[in-house]
C-alpha cells in the first residue's frame, strides 16, 4: 500500500535557526513527489516536484532534495512568514497503484517566531 | 488567468442533508480531482474526473458522487450528511495526470 509520513509532526524554531523536514514514503514506483505549502483555512499552494533520486530543487529559503525513500524540505534562515503547515505528496505510477492521485502525509507544522 | 476556484467558501448543513460543491478549474485544465481534508490531517483523494467520466475513486463510499460538466467544471455531492463529514474540500486541477494546483477549499460544517 502506498503510504507517505511525514515527521516532525510540528517544528518551533526561532528567526534564523535553519531546519529540515522530513517526508518518507513507500510507493509502488514514483511517478513524482511534491511539496506543498499550506496556510490554515485555504488549500495547498505549490513548492515543488521531484521526480528522481538526487534531484534537488530550491526556491527562496527553501530546498528540497529526493532520495529513493524519502524526501527533505531544507529551510535555511526562515523567517515568521514562512509559519505554515508543510504538506508532502506522491504520485505513483507502478503497476496497481493508479495514475494522477496524490497521497499526502499529514504534514508539518512549522511556526517561526521573531 | 485565474487560478483554480471554489463556491461557496462556508457551508453549515445538519445531518441527513444533501450538499453540492462547486470547482471551476484553472484555464487549460482538463482533469478535476476531489480531496477531503479533516482538520489536523492531510488531503484525502475522493476520485478524478476526466472527460466527463469518474476515472479513479478513492476509499470513500457511494454517498460521495460527481459530476464533470463539457467546460471541465465540477461538482461534488454528498448525500446523508454526517458530523464526520465536516471537513475543508479541495477541488485540484490538472492537465491529465500532471501538476495539480489546489482550491481555497469549501468548509463543511455538519451539525
Known amino acids: 500500500e502506498d503510504q507517505v509520513t511525514q515527521s516532525p509532526e510540528a517544528l518551533r524554531l526561532q528567526e534564523g535557526e535553519s531546519s529540515s523536514l522530513n517526508c518518507s514514503y513507500t510507493?509502488?514506483?514514483?511517478?513524482?513527489l511534491f511539496w506543498y505549502r499550506q496556510d490554515p483555512g485555504k488549500g495547498p499552494e505549490f513548492l515543488f516536484t521531484?521526480?528522481?533520486a538526487g534531484e534537488e530543487k530550491e526556491k527562496e529559503r527553501l530546498k528540497a532534495t529526493l532520495t529513493k525513500k524519502e524526501s527533505f524540505l531544507h529551510i535555511t534562515a526562515p523567517k515568521p512568514e514562512d509559519s505554515a503547515t508543510y504538506l508532502c505528496?506522491?504520485?505513483?505510477?507502478?503497476?496497481?497503484?493508479?495514475?494522477?492521485?496524490?497521497?499526502f502525509g499529514r504534514g508539518t507544522q512549522l511556526t517561526v517566531w521573531p | 488567468d485565474a487560478g483554480v476556484t471554489q463556491s461557496p467558501t462556508h457551508l453549515i448543513k445538519t445531518r441527513g442533508q444533501q450538499v453540492t460543491l462547486r470547482c471551476s478549474p484553472k484555464?487549460?485544465?482538463?482533469?478535476v480531482s476531489w480531496y477531503q481534508q479533516a482538520l489536523g490531517q492531510g488531503p484525502q483523494f475522493i476520485f478524478q474526473?476526466?472527460?466527463?467520466?469518474?476515472?479513479q475513486r478513492g476509499n470513500f463510499p457511494d454517498r460521495f458522487s460527481g459530476h464533470q460538466f463539457p467546460n471541465y467544471s465540477s461538482e461534488l455531492n454528498v448525500n446523508a450528511l454526517l458530523l464526520g463529514d465536516s471537513a475543508l474540500y479541495l477541488c485540484?486541477?490538472?492537465?491529465?495526470?500532471?501538476?495539480?494546483?489546489f482550491g481555497p477549499g469549501t468548509r463543511l460544517t455538519v451539525l
Open positions: 474526473y476526466y472527460e466527463e467520466e469518474e476515472r
Open positions: 505528496a506522491v504520485q505513483a505510477s507502478g503497476r496497481g497503484s493508479t495514475l494522477g492521485r496524490l497521497y
Open positions: 484555464s487549460g485544465h482538463d482533469t
Open positions: 485540484a486541477s490538472s492537465l491529465g495526470g500532471g501538476r495539480q494546483f
Open positions: 521531484l521526480y528522481s
Open positions: 510507493v509502488s514506483g514514483l511517478r513524482g
